[in-house]
C-alpha cells in the first residue's frame, strides 16, 4: 500500500486490521465510530489511544519474550534495520572495536515501524511502564545536507533528548551505508552511483538487476555480505563512527 501511494496512486482503504492501522502515519487516518446508532467521523485524529484501544494495537504476541529478557531496547523502523544493526555488532565485535555484541549484552534491537506510526509510540509507552531504557534509531530521512530532518523534529517535539534517547541517522537511511560499489560487485551490471542522501531504494527498483538488487529489500538481501572495511568506510567519516556512537549509548544504559 505504502508503494503504491509513493508511486503516485491514491487508495482509500477501510479496515479493522490492528497491522494496517498501527503502520499508518496519524495524518492519513480517519476514525469511524458509532455511537447510539450514530455515525461519528473524525478525520483529524489527535488521541491516537483511541483507535489503538478501539482495535486492540498492542505489542505483538511474538515479541513479548524479548521485552522479557531485554536489558535496553533500541527501536528500529524496520525488521531489515534490526538484522543490520545485529550484524554490524557482529563484525565490530570479531574486529575487536567492542568487546559484547548486542547478544551479549541483553540490548535487543526491536522494529515498530517510523516514528509516526501508532504502534511506535503505543509500544514505547508499554515499555516505559515495563521500567525498560531504551533508544530510539531512526533514518534521518533527509534528501540532502542541508535539508532539516521531519523524524529528528517530530522526536523533538515529543519531548525525546537527541543523544540521549534518540540518534538519527547523518545520511539518509540504512542503505546509504552500502557502498555503491561494493553492491556493484555483488550485483554486476547494476552500474549504480549514489550518494548519502539519494533514495537507494528507489534506485535499485528501476534498475536492469533490480531482481538480484532485492529491489527496496536491498539491505535485507545485501548487508550481511559486506566485510568490516566496506561497512567501517561508510559508518566512520575519519573522525568519528556512527555505530559506535549508538553503540556507546545504549550500552550506557545498562
Known amino acids: 500500500f505504502i508503494a503504491l501511494c509513493s508511486n503516485g496512486y491514491q487508495l482509500i482503504i477501510t479496515t479493522h ?10 495524518e492519513d487516518l480517519i476514525h469511524i465510530t458509532k455511537i447510539d446508532g450514530e455515525y461519528n467521523v473524525n478525520q483529524k485524529v489527535e ?8 482495535i486492540g ?8 519474550q524479548l521485552f522479557e529478557k531485554a536489558k535496553v531496547i533500541i527501536f528500529v523502523e524496520g525488521a531489515d534495520d534490526s538484522l543490520a544493526l545485529n550484524y554490524i555488532a557482529g563484525v565490530y565485535k570479531d574486529k575487536g572495536l567492542i568487546q559484547d555484541n548486542f547478544d551479549d549484552l541483553g540490548i535487543v534491537v526491536i522494529p515498530t515501524g517510523g516514528c509516526g506510526s501508532i504502534k511506535h509510540w503505543v509500544t514505547l509507552d508499554l515499555i516505559n511502564k515495563l521500567g525498560k531504557p531504551f533508544v530510539i534509531f531512526q533514518d534521518s530521512d ?9 523524524t529528528r523534529d517530530l522526536l523533538l517535539r515529543l519531548d525525546f533528548v537527541e543523544g540521549e534517547n534518540f540518534i538519527i541517522t547523518k545520511k539518509r537511511e ?12 555483488l550485483c554486476p551490471g547494476a552500474d549504480l552511483q549514489y550518494g548519502d542522501y539519494d533514495d537507494v531504494k528507489g534506485l535499485c527498483i528501476k534498475n536492469n538487476e533490480r531482481e538480484a538488487l532485492g529491489k527496496d ?12 572495511d566496506q561497512i567501517r568506510s561508510t559508518f566512520y567519516d575519519g573522525n568519528e563512527d556512527e555505530f559506535l556512537i549508538l553503540y556507546e549509548l545504549t550500552r550506557g544504559k545498562l
Do not use: C, G, R, W
Open 47 to 54: 488521541n491516537l489511544d483511541e483507535i489503538a484501544k478501539d
Open 57 to 64: 494495537i498492542t505489542v505483538d504476541n511474538q515479541f513479548i
Open 217 to 228: 529489500k536491498v539491505l535485507k538481501v545485501h548487508f550481511e555480505k559486506l566485510n568490516f
Open 174 to 185: 540504512l542503505e546509504n551505508y552500502i557502498p555503491h560499489d561494493a553492491l556493484n560487485k
Open 142 to 150: 533527509k534528501k540532502n545536507m542541508e535539508e532539516k530532518s521531519l
Open 17 to 26: 486490521s490492528p497491522i494496517i492501522v498501527s503502520q499508518t502515519l496519524s
